[in-house]
């Protein structure tokens, strides 16, 4: 059992392979934090409170004791208006319109197993592989419930946390914040690490020291956004890739979030992760509850780059759909780039078979084939063939695909409406909207309110229709704004705090009652690009358009960034026709992800289709190795400004995959690239050289590569090495 409870001394202990999360019950039955780090054992354990001293200014807990006050005490989960000032993780609003919220231990329960996670995405756990441990607290004043869950996985160093409100008072309550975990520590030593960016330039990593006072990593925009994303990393100052301590603290969610760091004056720090506080206000009649979305913690005392790698196999393990956790994915061609609006049936056919002839095994036809739509302008909400674009129809179309030895995918974007549509026509009032006040426009759509069942329901019956009239394999799912008026015409006025929230579950409802009904579908998420990448929708699509920005070396920090959670498999990556980059840098970079090209093969040399042939060749070689391997990242493309370098190492240490690019001239400066994760004592054949290396050679020699021709913009190399 990972999970061990000490009555002599009211403490709990959470083990993973390397880490430990301790923590006890006070005599006040405050939940007070002990530790969280690398592993220690159990007879070193305890209640020794790190944080004991305070000022005269600090409440004091104990009835005058002085031994606690939750101004200092480093909280589990903490409440407010009760003498802790720092960020609180639950706030609720009684009856009587105060706000304070105090949590108080019960009792608890450990369990193998997960627990119930209802409609919102969650790690697949079950007995064979986790345990966790349920703590009731309970607000002495009002008897609400908080069930505080922590599930820890037995096979890597994470620990999945959720807060679950239940209203056992007799009167209605209000939720006005509800964050998945607090995590306190008794030391402000660390950098901030999180990701930010804009549509086409998503996921930057930037690290920066915790600032005393508030942080706050956010989106309100009704989606995770471009902008930032739900995760952070605490890193000490002294770690990097490769050593150090570090902690990283992602959320599974899609909607509006926070990821807020607070340094305070006694030299320590909290993080609360969670739903955005802003415009979130959840009504809990007696007898309702509230699970929050699920957080993940992950601890590496061996650098970020073994942080990300355990949230890769997190996120390959247990959160993408099962079906395709083994399955190799099929390469695609996505019409988008190559076409853009202008195709129809014979255009369509020509791509699938000039792809065939290169090796493509799926055709998707992204957005344009439905309603009137040939602009961004029309149509959304009308998923129905346009036949005189397509003029035999769709069945038809993928029947001869399909002839052509190809699978076919197809576009939606089911959350939007564009006001020029059958659906805008026949339920304006469908759209996100606020009685009296204007719409905002943005890519000339609307929003449709996904909050109702009903509306869901059409647009399922829509999308069923199409995917019953042919054997389609593949859906690229799109979201193309952010929203605005956020409300439902259909939520009370003491609910409309609820609308985000309600806005993302009935996103999840949808993909989900999509899964079930087509269990073998490859669901592609997408938003303007990657502006909705996130654990949420890595739960229901293996795979997630990363960037519309398809420049290789452009592409490479939006990928490193990426990878500081998120696993290669999971970032949808092609090969576009759209800078002189050579085809073999755009190939190097886009193998780092799902692979696929955007192009219209007709327009391609015959030089260049023969690269494309050798690169497909290449993919499938190296699709284990990368897919199902540990990722290296050797030299981010910000490090010296002209190499950026990873390398990928099979599971089991059978190959490796080493690609080099080369940014900008070095001017004579030598160029030696160490590798990572290679069995030190075996000996790698490098075909691309010809010849074998130690691991031990390869890492700590490094090949030096000052000589290939990498000393220029767009140039790459790519070596792979097998054990022999
Ligand atoms: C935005 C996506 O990121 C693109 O790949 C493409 O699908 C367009 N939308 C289509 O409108």
Known sequence: MSISYYESNRLFKLDTPGSSYVFTVSKENYLLHLYYGARISDFEIEPSFFRSSYSSFSPDATGGEGNISPDVAMMECSGNGIGDYRLSTVIVRYKDGTTATDLRYLSHRIFPGRPD????????????????????????????????????????????????????SSDTIYLQKLHSLCCDFPENDFDLIHLYGKWAKERSPQRLPVMQGVQSVASTRGASSHYHNPGICLAKKETGEEHGVCYGFNLLYS???????????????????GIHAKDFCWKLTPGDSLLSPEAIMVFSGKGIGEMSRIFHRVYLNHVIP????????????????????????????????????????????????????????????????????????????????????????????????????????????????????????????????????EVRD?????????????????????????LTEPSSLMLPPDQQGEFFHRFILGTYELQQRLLDEYPQLLLENCSGGGGRFDGGMLYYSPQIWCSDNTDPI?????????????????????????????????????????????????????EQKATIKDQIAYYHKTYDTIHNGDLYRLTPPWKNGFTCAWNFTAKDQSSALLTVIGIRRREFQTLVVRMRGLDANAIYYCEEIGRSYSGAFLMNAGLNLSDRDLNRDGASLMLYFTKQ
């Open 117 to 168: 996670a209802g409609a919102l995405p969650h790690l697949r756990l079950d007995e064979s592989n986790a345990d966790t441990l349920e703590i009731t607290m309970q607000d002495p004043a009002t008897g609400v419930i908080f069930l505080i869950n922590y599930t820890v996985l037995r096979d890597l160093d994470a620990i999945a946390r959720s807060i679950c409100v239940q209203n056992r």
């Open 255 to 273: 909607g509006n979030f926070s990821a807020d760091t607070e340094a305070d004056g006694y030299g320590g720090i909290r993080v609360t992760l």
């Open 322 to 453: 099962p079906y395709w956790r083994e399955r190799k994915r099929p390469l695609l061609l996505n019409s988008w780039e190559g076409c853009f609006f202008d195709f129809d049936e014979e255009k369509i056919l020509r791509l699938a078979q000039e792809g065939k002839k290169l090796g493509i095994e799926l055709l998707v036809m992204d957005d344009g084939w439905f309603g009137h739509r040939n602009d961004d302008t029309s149509s959304l909400g009308d998923w129905f063939v346009n036949e005189n674009k397509l003029k035999g129809g769709l069945a038809q179309l993928v029947r001869k695909v399909r002839e052509e030895g190809l699978q076919f995918g197809i576009w939606f974007e089911p959350e939007m409406i564009s006001p020029d549509s059958d659906l805008y026509r026949a339920h304006p009032d469908w759209c996100v909207q606020i009685k009296g006040r204007e719409k905002s426009l943005a890519r000339h759509q609307c929003v449709i309110d996904m909050t109702r069942q």
């Open 458 to 482: 059409e647009i399922f019956r829509q999308m069923k229709a199409v995917l019953d009239s042919c054997p389609i394999s593949y859906v690229k799912w799109d979201f193309n704004r952010n």
């Open 554 to 606: 452009e592409r490479l920090s939006i990928q490193f960034g990426t990878s500081l959670f998120y696993p290669a498999s999971s970032m949808g990556a092609h090969v576009s026709a759209n800078r002189r980059t050579d085809y073999d840098t755009k190939a190097a970079v886009a193998l780092w992800g799902t692979f696929g090209y955007e192009l219209d093969p007709e327009k391609l040399t015959e």
